[in-house]
């Protein structure tokens, strides 16, 4: 559900709108069109609508949500960042309506439903591909293994929770720590680091492969060493249970047998 508005031709949010505003002229931000104001009465987040019907793929939106963006913004303008809400980034005849947007290069995802892994990686492409950099902000653990794909990709999962932002450790964290540890310069330097251990780790398991491999050559060459000794050995015994083979005595013995 539409959170912003445009009135003369300055941003509004719903969470201020009054009955009085009714008679306002708001329009879309996205596409321009007219908008009409929604003041339930019931546990409805306030929001905005279009007068046509369009939607924009909106979906319905909790107060979780709404809370965790307007927070976010707020924190955001606080350090003195430009930033605006749920803002629409067009690429090649699509767009998609980011959540939050920092500096005007820093897309905010701010998750508190259920989404799919696929869904997750196309939303995440469509900003890297366009050179923003992405925070993905979870409102709930384990959202169906999204956590763990997210440190796949980011080596760090964000959770806001009541006014605080934590790490999947609980380490407590601000919103300039989330723009740091999301940088490309910092997850590059992140997945060298990664790369280089991943390349030890398989040097190791080489190195254990070739010596498991020459400690079962060598027990294999001791066992057939054993087996050509003990054939000999029977080989030495005569059909009558006799050892055929000369025994050689010392020369001392043999002198004194003659």
Request: hydrophobic share 35%.
């Amino acid at each position: 559900m539409p959170q912003r508005a445009i009135l003369n031709g300055e941003s509004f949010y719903a969470w201020n709108l009054k009955e009085p505003d009714r008679k306002s002229e708001f329009t879309c931000p996205t596409c321009g069109e007219p908008f009409v104001i929604v003041l339930p009465s019931l546990d409805i987040v306030k929001h905005f609508r279009h007068k046509s019907g369009a939607s924009h793929d909106w979906k319905p939106e909790t107060q979780a949500h709404l809370n965790m963006k307007r927070d976010l913004m707020d924190l955001a303008l606080s350090y003195g960042y430009p930033c605006e809400l749920e803002v629409k980034i067009p690429h090649e005849g699509v767009y998609r309506i980011a959540d939050i947007l920092i500096q005007e290069k820093i897309v905010v995802e701010c998750q508190c439903s259920r989404i799919s892994i696929k869904e997750y990686e196309e939303r995440t492409r469509f900003y890297q591909d366009n050179n923003y950099q992405i925070i993905w902000l979870l409102g709930d653990r384990g959202t169906t293994g999204l956590d763990l794909r997210i440190h796949q990709d980011f080596f760090d999962v964000f959770y806001y929770f009541e006014d605080n932002i934590d790490n999947d450790e609980g380490t407590a964290l601000t919103l300039k720590d989330l723009i740091y540890l999301t940088s490309e310069s910092i997850l590059k330097e992140k997945r060298e680091v990664k790369k280089a251990q991943l390349a030890k780790e398989h040097l190791i398991e080489s190195k254990i492969r070739i010596l498991d491999n020459r400690l079962k050559k060598e027990h294999i060459r001791s066992q057939e060493q054993e087996r050509i000794q003990s054939q000999d050995w029977r080989n030495s015994w005569g059909a009558n249970g006799w050892f055929t083979k000369p025994i050689i005595l010392p020369r001392r013995m043999r002198a004194r047998l003659k």
